[in-house]
Protein backbone atom coordinates (compact mmCIF):
# COMPACT_ATOMS: atom_id res chain seq x y z
CA UNK A 1 0.00 0.00 0.00
CA UNK A 2 3.10 2.63 1.07
CA UNK A 3 4.29 1.70 -3.02
CA UNK A 4 0.61 2.74 -4.73
CA UNK A 5 0.21 6.04 -6.47
CA UNK A 6 -0.85 8.87 -3.84
CA UNK A 7 -4.11 9.14 -4.54
CA UNK A 8 -4.98 5.80 -4.53
CA UNK A 9 -3.60 5.21 -1.15
CA UNK A 10 -6.79 6.35 0.64
CA UNK A 11 -8.83 3.04 -0.95
CA UNK A 12 -6.08 0.72 -0.25
CA UNK A 13 -6.75 1.37 3.25
CA UNK A 14 -10.33 1.19 3.31
CA UNK A 15 -9.87 -1.99 1.77
CA UNK A 16 -7.54 -3.17 4.09
CA UNK A 17 -9.22 -2.28 7.28
CA UNK A 18 -12.83 -3.43 6.27
CA UNK A 19 -10.89 -7.09 5.49
CA UNK A 20 -9.06 -6.91 8.57
CA UNK A 21 -11.92 -5.73 10.76
CA UNK A 22 -13.73 -8.76 9.69
CA UNK A 23 -11.10 -11.21 9.84
CA UNK A 24 -10.42 -9.91 13.37
CA UNK A 25 -14.42 -10.44 14.12
CA UNK A 26 -13.72 -14.13 13.44
CA UNK A 27 -10.69 -14.24 15.10
CA UNK A 28 -11.36 -13.14 18.66
CA UNK A 29 -11.16 -16.18 20.92
CA UNK A 30 -13.03 -14.73 23.88
CA UNK A 31 -16.55 -15.28 22.21
CA UNK A 32 -18.37 -18.48 21.14
CA UNK A 33 -17.98 -19.30 17.58
CA UNK A 34 -21.71 -18.67 17.38
CA UNK A 35 -21.57 -15.16 18.76
CA UNK A 36 -18.27 -14.10 16.61
CA UNK A 37 -20.36 -15.52 13.23
CA UNK A 38 -23.72 -13.06 14.15
CA UNK A 39 -21.34 -10.07 14.71
CA UNK A 40 -20.02 -10.82 11.03
CA UNK A 41 -23.93 -11.20 9.35
CA UNK A 42 -24.71 -7.89 11.25
CA UNK A 43 -21.67 -6.10 9.90
CA UNK A 44 -21.56 -7.32 6.72
CA UNK A 45 -25.85 -6.47 7.03
CA UNK A 46 -24.82 -3.01 7.53
CA UNK A 47 -21.92 -2.87 4.81
CA UNK A 48 -24.98 -3.20 2.29
CA UNK A 49 -27.01 -0.89 3.79
CA UNK A 50 -24.48 1.46 3.48
CA UNK A 51 -23.23 0.68 -0.23
CA UNK A 52 -26.78 1.22 -0.96
CA UNK A 53 -27.27 4.59 0.46
CA UNK A 54 -23.92 5.94 -0.09
CA UNK A 55 -22.79 6.83 3.61
CA UNK A 56 -22.62 4.82 6.91
CA UNK A 57 -22.08 6.23 10.42
CA UNK A 58 -19.42 3.62 10.89
CA UNK A 59 -15.40 4.86 9.92
CA UNK A 60 -14.61 2.00 8.46
CA UNK A 61 -18.08 1.09 6.62
CA UNK A 62 -17.94 4.74 5.60
CA UNK A 63 -14.43 4.68 4.21
CA UNK A 64 -15.37 1.44 1.98
CA UNK A 65 -18.42 3.04 0.46
CA UNK A 66 -17.01 6.56 -0.35
CA UNK A 67 -14.35 4.14 -1.92
CA UNK A 68 -16.85 2.06 -4.00
CA UNK A 69 -18.74 4.81 -4.97
CA UNK A 70 -15.91 7.17 -6.03
CA UNK A 71 -13.46 4.57 -7.63
CA UNK A 72 -16.61 2.00 -9.41
CA UNK A 73 -14.95 -0.58 -7.25
CA UNK A 74 -16.30 -4.56 -7.87
CA UNK A 75 -19.12 -5.18 -5.27
CA UNK A 76 -19.41 -8.47 -6.10
CA UNK A 77 -15.49 -9.22 -5.45
CA UNK A 78 -15.79 -7.25 -2.39
CA UNK A 79 -19.07 -8.77 -0.39
CA UNK A 80 -17.97 -12.78 -2.30
CA UNK A 81 -14.87 -12.21 -0.10
CA UNK A 82 -16.63 -11.12 2.84
CA UNK A 83 -18.59 -14.48 2.18
CA UNK A 84 -15.52 -16.56 2.47
CA UNK A 85 -14.40 -15.30 5.77
CA UNK A 86 -17.60 -15.95 6.76
CA UNK A 87 -17.86 -19.32 5.98
CA UNK A 88 -15.02 -19.61 8.19
CA UNK A 89 -17.15 -19.95 11.36
CA UNK A 90 -18.92 -23.09 10.23
CA UNK A 91 -15.75 -24.36 9.04
CA UNK A 92 -13.57 -27.37 11.72
CA UNK A 93 -10.61 -27.31 8.91
CA UNK A 94 -9.19 -28.05 5.64
CA UNK A 95 -8.50 -31.84 4.43
CA UNK A 96 -6.46 -31.44 1.21
CA UNK A 97 -4.38 -28.42 -0.78
CA UNK A 98 -7.43 -28.13 -3.12
CA UNK A 99 -9.80 -27.30 -0.57
CA UNK A 100 -7.17 -24.85 1.17
CA UNK A 101 -6.43 -23.03 -2.27
CA UNK A 102 -10.16 -22.72 -2.79
CA UNK A 103 -10.13 -21.11 0.49
CA UNK A 104 -7.35 -18.98 -0.45
CA UNK A 105 -8.80 -17.71 -4.05
CA UNK A 106 -12.07 -17.18 -2.10
CA UNK A 107 -10.85 -14.48 0.21
CA UNK A 108 -7.80 -12.70 -1.26
CA UNK A 109 -8.59 -12.92 -5.19
CA UNK A 110 -10.44 -9.60 -4.97
CA UNK A 111 -7.65 -7.99 -2.92
CA UNK A 112 -4.90 -7.43 -5.56
CA UNK A 113 -7.61 -7.45 -8.55
CA UNK A 114 -9.12 -4.57 -6.54
CA UNK A 115 -5.39 -2.39 -6.59
CA UNK A 116 -4.90 -2.96 -10.46
CA UNK A 117 -8.83 -1.48 -11.25
CA UNK A 118 -7.15 1.71 -8.88
CA UNK A 119 -4.39 1.60 -11.07
CA UNK A 120 -6.27 2.21 -14.40
CA UNK A 121 -8.54 4.73 -12.78
CA UNK A 122 -5.27 6.25 -11.95
CA UNK A 123 -4.80 6.15 -15.51
CA UNK A 124 -2.29 3.53 -15.92
CA UNK A 125 -3.54 0.55 -17.87
CA UNK A 126 -2.72 -2.39 -16.39
CA UNK A 127 -4.19 -6.01 -16.73
CA UNK A 128 -7.06 -6.50 -14.14
CA UNK A 129 -8.07 -9.79 -15.12
CA UNK A 130 -5.28 -11.32 -12.54
CA UNK A 131 -6.52 -14.66 -12.14
CA UNK A 132 -6.37 -15.18 -15.62
CA UNK A 133 -2.53 -14.76 -15.84
CA UNK A 134 0.03 -17.02 -15.40
CA UNK A 135 1.66 -16.90 -12.15
CA UNK A 136 -1.20 -15.57 -10.16
CA UNK A 137 -2.42 -18.30 -8.51
CA UNK A 138 0.96 -19.00 -7.22
CA UNK A 139 1.47 -15.51 -5.67
CA UNK A 140 -2.28 -15.56 -4.27
CA UNK A 141 -0.92 -19.17 -2.53
CA UNK A 142 2.09 -17.95 -1.51
CA UNK A 143 1.08 -14.79 0.12
CA UNK A 144 -1.92 -16.58 2.40
CA UNK A 145 0.17 -19.74 3.05
CA UNK A 146 3.03 -16.64 4.57
CA UNK A 147 0.04 -15.03 6.78
CA UNK A 148 -1.27 -18.72 7.90
CA UNK A 149 2.94 -19.29 9.18
CA UNK A 150 2.63 -15.51 10.69
CA UNK A 151 -0.47 -15.82 12.15
CA UNK A 152 -0.19 -19.21 13.36
CA UNK A 153 -0.23 -18.75 17.30
CA UNK A 154 -3.76 -16.88 17.08
CA UNK A 155 -5.43 -19.47 14.78
CA UNK A 156 -4.13 -21.67 17.66
CA UNK A 157 -5.37 -19.57 20.57
CA UNK A 158 -9.21 -20.20 18.80
CA UNK A 159 -8.61 -23.56 18.89
CA UNK A 160 -8.07 -23.63 14.62
CA UNK A 161 -5.84 -25.86 12.59
CA UNK A 162 -5.78 -24.63 8.96
CA UNK A 163 -3.14 -26.01 7.19
CA UNK A 164 -4.30 -29.02 5.23
CA UNK A 165 -4.88 -32.45 7.06
CA UNK A 166 -2.84 -33.82 3.83
CA UNK A 167 0.53 -32.10 4.94
CA UNK A 168 0.35 -33.19 8.80
CA UNK A 169 -0.23 -36.75 7.56
CA UNK A 170 2.96 -36.37 5.61
CA UNK A 171 5.00 -35.46 8.49
CA UNK A 172 3.21 -37.38 10.91
CA UNK A 173 1.77 -34.43 12.73
CA UNK A 174 -1.62 -34.42 14.46
CA UNK A 175 -3.81 -30.92 15.13
CA UNK A 176 -3.22 -31.85 18.87
CA UNK A 177 0.27 -31.44 18.48
CA UNK A 178 0.24 -27.85 17.33
CA UNK A 179 -2.54 -26.83 19.53
CA UNK A 180 -0.19 -28.03 22.51
CA UNK A 181 2.12 -25.69 20.86
CA UNK A 182 4.81 -29.10 21.27
CA UNK A 183 8.01 -28.20 19.02
CA UNK A 184 8.71 -31.58 18.01
CA UNK A 185 11.40 -32.35 15.04
CA UNK A 186 8.26 -33.03 12.98
CA UNK A 187 6.61 -29.97 13.31
CA UNK A 188 9.77 -28.60 13.08
CA UNK A 189 10.66 -30.32 9.33
CA UNK A 190 6.84 -29.09 8.71
CA UNK A 191 7.17 -25.60 9.27
CA UNK A 192 10.40 -25.25 6.94
CA UNK A 193 8.87 -27.75 4.31
CA UNK A 194 5.76 -24.92 4.81
CA UNK A 195 8.64 -21.94 4.41
CA UNK A 196 9.61 -23.90 1.34
CA UNK A 197 6.49 -23.86 -0.40
CA UNK A 198 5.31 -20.46 0.26
CA UNK A 199 8.90 -19.16 -0.65
CA UNK A 200 8.77 -21.20 -4.10
CA UNK A 201 5.12 -20.63 -5.01
CA UNK A 202 6.23 -16.37 -4.38
CA UNK A 203 9.46 -16.60 -6.27
CA UNK A 204 7.94 -18.72 -9.64
CA UNK A 205 5.06 -15.86 -9.47
CA UNK A 206 7.46 -13.12 -9.66
CA UNK A 207 8.83 -14.68 -12.91
CA UNK A 208 5.88 -15.47 -14.24
CA UNK A 209 4.00 -11.90 -13.87
CA UNK A 210 7.23 -9.89 -13.93
CA UNK A 211 6.92 -9.51 -17.50
CA UNK A 212 3.60 -8.71 -17.96
CA UNK A 213 3.25 -5.50 -15.51
CA UNK A 214 3.91 -2.38 -16.10
CA UNK A 215 6.93 -0.69 -14.30
CA UNK A 216 4.79 0.51 -11.32
CA UNK A 217 3.01 -2.45 -10.33
CA UNK A 218 6.30 -4.18 -11.09
CA UNK A 219 7.60 -2.90 -8.25
CA UNK A 220 4.81 -3.46 -5.87
CA UNK A 221 4.97 -6.94 -6.91
CA UNK A 222 9.11 -7.23 -6.50
CA UNK A 223 8.85 -5.48 -3.06
CA UNK A 224 5.92 -7.56 -1.62
CA UNK A 225 7.67 -10.98 -2.59
CA UNK A 226 11.03 -9.69 -0.98
CA UNK A 227 9.16 -8.57 1.97
CA UNK A 228 7.42 -11.78 2.54
CA UNK A 229 10.81 -13.74 1.83
CA UNK A 230 12.04 -12.04 4.23
CA UNK A 231 9.17 -12.78 6.76
CA UNK A 232 9.77 -16.29 6.14
CA UNK A 233 13.20 -16.01 7.13
CA UNK A 234 12.03 -14.59 10.00
CA UNK A 235 9.59 -17.45 10.42
CA UNK A 236 12.48 -20.61 10.17
CA UNK A 237 14.31 -18.59 12.16
CA UNK A 238 12.25 -17.99 14.96
CA UNK A 239 12.00 -21.73 15.93
CA UNK A 240 9.94 -22.59 18.60
CA UNK A 241 8.38 -19.59 19.22
CA UNK A 242 6.47 -19.82 15.85
CA UNK A 243 4.25 -21.42 17.95
CA UNK A 244 4.03 -18.68 21.16
CA UNK A 245 3.94 -15.46 19.25
CA UNK A 246 3.84 -13.69 16.08
CA UNK A 247 6.75 -13.45 14.18
CA UNK A 248 8.04 -9.63 12.48
CA UNK A 249 10.48 -8.42 10.08
CA UNK A 250 12.61 -6.62 11.93
CA UNK A 251 13.07 -2.59 11.32
CA UNK A 252 15.78 -2.48 10.07
CA UNK A 253 15.38 -5.30 7.30
CA UNK A 254 11.89 -3.60 6.23
CA UNK A 255 13.61 -0.33 5.75
CA UNK A 256 16.09 -1.86 3.69
CA UNK A 257 13.64 -3.48 1.11
CA UNK A 258 11.11 -0.71 1.46
CA UNK A 259 12.97 2.79 1.47
CA UNK A 260 14.42 1.74 -2.32
CA UNK A 261 11.55 0.76 -3.18
CA UNK A 262 9.38 3.83 -2.42
CA UNK A 263 11.93 6.10 -4.30
CA UNK A 264 11.76 4.13 -7.23
CA UNK A 265 7.78 3.97 -7.26
CA UNK A 266 7.52 8.03 -6.65
CA UNK A 267 9.24 8.57 -9.60
CA UNK A 268 7.57 5.61 -11.78
CA UNK A 269 4.41 7.15 -10.73
CA UNK A 270 5.30 11.09 -11.05
CA UNK A 271 6.58 10.06 -14.92
CA UNK A 272 3.45 7.72 -15.82
CA UNK A 273 0.54 9.20 -13.96
CA UNK A 274 -1.13 12.50 -14.71
CA UNK A 275 -0.61 14.51 -11.62
CA UNK A 276 -2.66 13.59 -8.60
CA UNK A 277 -4.00 10.92 -10.51
CA UNK A 278 -7.40 10.58 -12.23
CA UNK A 279 -9.04 10.11 -9.22
CA UNK A 280 -8.85 13.51 -8.19
CA UNK A 281 -10.70 14.82 -11.32
CA UNK A 282 -12.51 11.82 -12.01
CA UNK A 283 -16.57 12.84 -11.33
CA UNK A 284 -18.03 10.26 -8.88
CA UNK A 285 -20.79 8.18 -10.45
CA UNK A 286 -24.09 9.40 -10.16
CA UNK A 287 -25.92 7.62 -7.05
CA UNK A 288 -29.01 7.03 -9.26
CA UNK A 289 -27.60 3.33 -9.86
CA UNK A 290 -28.57 0.89 -8.23
CA UNK A 291 -25.44 -0.85 -7.07
CA UNK A 292 -26.66 -3.43 -4.94
CA UNK A 293 -28.69 -4.59 -7.91
CA UNK A 294 -26.14 -4.75 -10.48
CA UNK A 295 -22.82 -5.15 -8.83
CA UNK A 296 -20.56 -5.98 -11.37
CA UNK A 297 -19.73 -3.33 -14.25
CA UNK A 298 -19.89 -5.06 -17.38
CA UNK A 299 -19.19 -3.68 -20.73
CA UNK A 300 -23.15 -3.54 -21.55
CA UNK A 301 -24.03 -2.04 -17.88
CA UNK A 302 -21.63 0.91 -18.73
CA UNK A 303 -23.03 1.17 -22.05
CA UNK A 304 -26.87 1.35 -21.13
CA UNK A 305 -25.92 4.04 -18.55
CA UNK A 306 -25.99 7.54 -20.05
CA UNK A 307 -23.02 8.76 -21.04
CA UNK A 308 -21.08 11.23 -18.48
CA UNK A 309 -19.86 14.35 -19.94
CA UNK A 310 -16.59 14.68 -20.39
CA UNK A 311 -13.88 14.85 -17.61
CA UNK A 312 -12.43 18.25 -17.10
CA UNK A 313 -8.86 18.85 -17.33
CA UNK A 314 -6.97 18.17 -14.14
CA UNK A 315 -6.08 21.83 -14.43
CA UNK A 316 -9.29 23.47 -14.67
CA UNK A 317 -8.01 24.02 -18.54
CA UNK A 318 -11.31 24.94 -21.22
CA UNK A 319 -11.20 24.96 -24.72
CA UNK A 320 -11.25 27.93 -26.67
CA UNK A 321 -13.85 29.30 -28.68
CA UNK A 322 -14.11 28.10 -32.12
CA UNK A 323 -17.03 28.12 -34.11
CA UNK A 324 -18.61 25.14 -35.15
CA UNK A 325 -17.71 25.71 -38.90
CA UNK A 326 -14.48 26.51 -38.43
CA UNK A 327 -13.64 23.21 -36.44
CA UNK A 328 -12.38 20.11 -38.93
CA UNK A 329 -14.61 17.43 -39.35
CA UNK A 330 -11.99 15.01 -39.06
CA UNK A 331 -8.34 15.09 -36.95
CA UNK A 332 -5.71 12.48 -37.63
CA UNK A 333 -2.93 11.99 -35.15
CA UNK A 334 0.40 10.05 -35.43
CA UNK A 335 1.05 9.25 -31.98
CA UNK A 336 4.71 9.24 -32.37
CA UNK A 337 7.86 9.54 -29.75
CA UNK A 338 6.22 6.78 -26.72
CA UNK A 339 9.81 4.93 -26.72
CA UNK A 340 12.16 7.39 -26.90
CA UNK A 341 10.49 9.33 -24.27
CA UNK A 342 10.91 6.21 -22.27
CA UNK A 343 14.53 6.09 -22.67
CA UNK A 344 15.20 9.38 -22.32
CA UNK A 345 13.50 9.20 -18.81
CA UNK A 346 15.64 5.52 -18.27
CA UNK A 347 12.25 3.63 -18.25
CA UNK A 348 11.80 0.46 -20.12
CA UNK A 349 9.74 1.17 -23.42
CA UNK A 350 6.61 -0.63 -22.69
CA UNK A 351 6.28 2.34 -20.08
CA UNK A 352 6.46 4.92 -23.10
CA UNK A 353 3.52 3.00 -24.40
CA UNK A 354 1.38 3.01 -21.10
CA UNK A 355 2.18 7.20 -20.87
CA UNK A 356 1.16 7.04 -24.12
CA UNK A 357 -2.23 5.53 -23.21
CA UNK A 358 -2.85 7.84 -20.53
CA UNK A 359 -2.09 10.94 -22.89
CA UNK A 360 -4.74 9.56 -25.56
CA UNK A 361 -7.58 9.43 -22.56
CA UNK A 362 -6.79 13.40 -22.09
CA UNK A 363 -6.88 14.38 -25.58
CA UNK A 364 -9.76 12.09 -26.36
CA UNK A 365 -11.58 14.11 -23.42
CA UNK A 366 -10.35 17.06 -25.00
CA UNK A 367 -11.89 15.95 -28.56
CA UNK A 368 -15.14 15.62 -26.86
CA UNK A 369 -15.22 18.50 -24.96
CA UNK A 370 -14.22 20.82 -28.00
CA UNK A 371 -16.92 18.62 -29.79
CA UNK A 372 -14.78 17.11 -32.62
CA UNK A 373 -16.80 14.74 -34.64
CA UNK A 374 -13.88 12.37 -36.00
CA UNK A 375 -10.96 11.71 -34.35
CA UNK A 376 -8.16 8.86 -36.17
CA UNK A 377 -5.04 7.70 -34.19
CA UNK A 378 -2.43 5.64 -35.54
CA UNK A 379 -1.95 2.80 -32.86
CA UNK A 380 -0.15 -0.37 -34.41
CA UNK A 381 1.20 -0.04 -38.38
CA UNK A 382 1.81 -3.04 -40.10
CA UNK A 383 5.57 -1.64 -40.16
CA UNK A 384 5.55 -1.94 -36.38
CA UNK A 385 5.82 -5.57 -36.67
CA UNK A 386 9.63 -5.29 -37.25
CA UNK A 387 10.03 -4.69 -33.92
CA UNK A 388 11.18 -6.83 -30.99
CA UNK A 389 8.72 -9.31 -30.22
CA UNK A 390 8.40 -8.39 -26.67
CA UNK A 391 8.01 -5.15 -27.33
CA UNK A 392 4.98 -5.97 -29.12
CA UNK A 393 3.62 -8.25 -27.09
CA UNK A 394 3.04 -5.62 -24.47
CA UNK A 395 1.85 -3.48 -26.37
CA UNK A 396 -1.01 -5.38 -27.19
CA UNK A 397 -1.46 -6.07 -23.44
CA UNK A 398 -1.35 -2.51 -22.98
CA UNK A 399 -3.95 -2.10 -25.74
CA UNK A 400 -6.32 -4.66 -24.61
CA UNK A 401 -6.38 -3.63 -20.70
CA UNK A 402 -6.99 0.07 -22.14
CA UNK A 403 -9.61 -1.13 -23.94
CA UNK A 404 -11.46 -3.10 -21.29
CA UNK A 405 -10.83 -0.68 -19.05
CA UNK A 406 -10.57 2.83 -19.99
CA UNK A 407 -13.02 5.57 -20.55
CA UNK A 408 -14.50 4.71 -23.65
CA UNK A 409 -17.54 3.21 -22.29
CA UNK A 410 -18.02 6.14 -19.94
CA UNK A 411 -18.38 8.72 -22.32
CA UNK A 412 -20.52 9.17 -25.42
CA UNK A 413 -17.60 7.65 -27.76
CA UNK A 414 -18.24 5.19 -30.82
CA UNK A 415 -15.40 3.10 -31.41
CA UNK A 416 -14.21 2.07 -34.79
CA UNK A 417 -11.57 -0.36 -35.52
CA UNK A 418 -9.50 0.41 -38.95
CA UNK A 419 -6.95 -2.60 -40.07
CA UNK A 420 -6.44 -6.07 -40.45
CA UNK A 421 -6.70 -9.04 -38.02
CA UNK A 422 -3.86 -11.27 -39.65
CA UNK A 423 -1.48 -12.07 -36.85
CA UNK A 424 -3.27 -9.61 -34.51
CA UNK A 425 -3.49 -11.67 -30.87
CA UNK A 426 -7.00 -13.69 -30.66
CA UNK A 427 -8.16 -11.13 -27.85
CA UNK A 428 -6.73 -7.90 -29.37
CA UNK A 429 -9.45 -9.12 -32.00
CA UNK A 430 -12.24 -9.31 -29.76
CA UNK A 431 -12.05 -6.77 -27.82
CA UNK A 432 -11.63 -4.47 -30.61
CA UNK A 433 -14.90 -6.45 -32.82
CA UNK A 434 -16.61 -6.02 -29.06
CA UNK A 435 -16.14 -2.52 -28.40
CA UNK A 436 -16.94 -1.40 -32.19
CA UNK A 437 -20.39 -3.46 -31.61
CA UNK A 438 -20.94 -2.27 -28.13
CA UNK A 439 -20.31 1.48 -28.85
CA UNK A 440 -22.39 1.19 -32.24
CA UNK A 441 -25.18 4.04 -31.07
CA UNK A 442 -23.53 6.33 -29.93
CA UNK A 443 -23.25 9.54 -31.54
CA UNK A 444 -20.50 11.93 -29.87
CA UNK A 445 -16.87 11.62 -31.07
CA UNK A 446 -16.15 8.83 -33.35
CA UNK A 447 -12.53 7.46 -32.29
CA UNK A 448 -10.83 5.30 -34.92
CA UNK A 449 -8.32 3.36 -33.99
CA UNK A 450 -5.94 2.28 -36.67
CA UNK A 451 -4.40 -0.95 -35.39
CA UNK A 452 -1.92 -3.37 -37.68
CA UNK A 453 -3.15 -0.62 -40.43
CA UNK A 454 -0.99 0.55 -43.34
CA UNK A 455 -1.92 2.87 -46.22
CA UNK A 456 -0.29 1.50 -49.20
CA UNK A 457 -1.98 -2.18 -47.80
CA UNK A 458 -5.52 -0.26 -47.96
CA UNK A 459 -5.20 0.78 -51.46
CA UNK A 460 -4.21 -2.36 -52.75
CA UNK A 461 -6.73 -4.26 -51.03
CA UNK A 462 -9.25 -1.74 -52.71
CA UNK A 463 -7.55 -2.25 -55.96
CA UNK A 464 -7.70 -5.68 -55.58
CA UNK A 465 -11.62 -5.59 -54.95
CA UNK A 466 -11.88 -3.39 -58.20
CA UNK A 467 -10.17 -5.66 -60.04
CA UNK A 468 -12.50 -9.16 -58.99
CA UNK A 469 -15.96 -6.48 -59.83
CA UNK A 470 -14.37 -6.09 -62.80
CA UNK A 471 -13.46 -9.28 -63.49
CA UNK A 472 -17.15 -10.36 -62.79
CA UNK A 473 -18.49 -7.97 -65.25
CA UNK A 474 -19.95 -5.60 -62.67
CA UNK A 475 -17.57 -3.00 -63.34
CA UNK A 476 -16.80 -1.27 -66.22
CA UNK A 477 -13.13 -0.80 -66.32
CA UNK A 478 -13.04 2.27 -68.65
CA UNK A 479 -15.54 4.18 -66.67
CA UNK A 480 -13.58 3.82 -62.78
CA UNK A 481 -13.39 7.07 -61.42
CA UNK A 482 -12.15 8.36 -58.05
CA UNK A 483 -15.34 7.62 -56.71
CA UNK A 484 -15.62 4.36 -57.39
CA UNK A 485 -12.41 3.07 -56.38
CA UNK A 486 -12.97 4.87 -52.74
CA UNK A 487 -16.07 2.82 -52.25
CA UNK A 488 -13.96 -0.64 -52.93
CA UNK A 489 -11.53 0.68 -49.39
CA UNK A 490 -11.76 -1.20 -46.57
CA UNK A 491 -13.32 1.98 -44.93
CA UNK A 492 -14.93 4.16 -47.46
CA UNK A 493 -17.65 5.68 -45.56
CA UNK A 494 -14.33 7.52 -43.52
CA UNK A 495 -14.61 11.14 -44.02
CA UNK A 496 -11.46 12.74 -45.56
CA UNK A 497 -9.39 14.08 -42.98
CA UNK A 498 -9.03 17.84 -42.18
CA UNK A 499 -6.44 18.02 -39.90
CA UNK A 500 -3.26 15.41 -39.38
CA UNK A 501 -1.45 15.96 -36.81
CA UNK A 502 2.39 14.52 -35.83
CA UNK A 503 4.30 14.26 -32.66
CA UNK A 504 8.32 13.70 -31.65
CA UNK A 505 9.26 16.00 -34.02
CA UNK A 506 9.31 13.72 -37.19
CA UNK A 507 8.00 15.41 -40.11
CA UNK A 508 6.53 12.57 -42.75
CA UNK A 509 3.53 11.10 -42.32
CA UNK A 510 4.55 7.22 -42.18
CA UNK A 511 2.28 5.54 -44.84
CA UNK A 512 -0.76 6.99 -42.79
CA UNK A 513 -4.20 7.18 -44.68
CA UNK A 514 -2.81 8.13 -47.73
CA UNK A 515 -6.38 8.56 -49.59
CA UNK A 516 -8.60 10.39 -46.79
CA UNK A 517 -5.47 12.34 -46.15
CA UNK A 518 -4.60 13.48 -49.40
CA UNK A 519 -5.84 17.48 -48.93
CA UNK A 520 -4.88 17.21 -45.15
CA UNK A 521 -3.47 20.52 -43.50
CA UNK A 522 -0.05 19.22 -41.75
CA UNK A 523 0.64 19.52 -38.22
CA UNK A 524 3.94 18.73 -36.54
CA UNK A 525 4.62 19.17 -32.89
CA UNK A 526 8.24 18.72 -31.12
CA UNK A 527 7.05 16.97 -27.50
CA UNK A 528 6.62 13.25 -27.78
CA UNK A 529 3.06 12.00 -27.80
CA UNK A 530 3.22 10.96 -23.77
CA UNK A 531 3.78 14.70 -23.13
CA UNK A 532 1.08 15.61 -24.99
CA UNK A 533 -2.57 16.32 -23.51
CA UNK A 534 -5.98 18.14 -24.46
CA UNK A 535 -4.44 21.57 -24.49
CA UNK A 536 -2.44 19.98 -27.78
CA UNK A 537 -5.38 19.46 -29.72
CA UNK A 538 -6.71 22.80 -28.66
CA UNK A 539 -3.77 24.14 -29.89
CA UNK A 540 -3.73 22.66 -33.04
CA UNK A 541 -7.41 23.05 -33.74
CA UNK A 542 -6.67 26.58 -33.36
CA UNK A 543 -3.85 26.74 -35.89
CA UNK A 544 -6.09 25.09 -38.45
CA UNK A 545 -8.63 27.91 -38.08
CA UNK A 546 -6.14 29.90 -39.29
CA UNK A 547 -5.16 27.66 -42.57
CA UNK A 548 -6.33 28.83 -46.08
CA UNK A 549 -7.70 25.76 -48.02
CA UNK A 550 -7.42 26.24 -51.14
CA UNK A 551 -7.60 22.69 -52.02
CA UNK A 552 -6.31 23.80 -55.85
CA UNK A 553 -8.77 26.65 -56.03
CA UNK A 554 -8.46 30.13 -55.34
CA UNK A 555 -9.49 31.78 -52.06
CA UNK A 556 -10.41 34.94 -51.89
CA UNK A 557 -8.35 37.89 -50.66
Known amino acids: ???????????????????????????????????????????????EADLASGTSDDPIRLALTDSVWHWGLDLADLLGALDAVQRDDDREGVATWQEWRERAHAQ???WPEQLMRMLVRCGLPVPVRLRDLPGFTRFVEGLF?????????????GGHVWLPTEVLDRFHVTPADLLSRRWTPA??????????EARAWLESSRRALRATL???????????????????????????????????????????????????????????????????????????????????????????????????????????????????????????????????????RDEGHRAGAVALRDVVQGALEIGLAHLTVYAFSTENWKRSPDEVSKLFAIMRAELLDGELLDHDVRLRWI?????????????????EHATRNRTGLTLNVCVNYGGRAELARAGA??????????VDPARVSEQLFAAHLPHHALPDVDLLWRTSGELRVSNFLPWHAHYAELHFTDQPWPEVDRQDLWQALETYTHRKRRKGGRVAE
Not at 420 to 435: I, K, N, T
Not at 465 to 471: E, F, K, Q, T, W
Open 419 to 435: GSPDGLPDDVVDVLRSQ
Open 187 to 196: VQQLIAHLVG
Open 465 to 474: SLARAALSGE
Open 1 to 47: MALMPPSAQPVCWALYAAFGHADDLLDRSEEAPGERGRRLREWRAAL
Open 145 to 157: LTDMLRDLPEDLD
Open 214 to 348: PLGPAIVLDTTVDLFGAELDAILRAGPAVLHRQIRVPGHTRLRILGPARARAAVVWRLTLPPGGEAATAPARTPAVDRTAAPEFSMATRISEPPLPPRPHRDGARPPEIAPAQLPEHVAIVMDGNGRWATRNGLP
Open 108 to 110: NVS
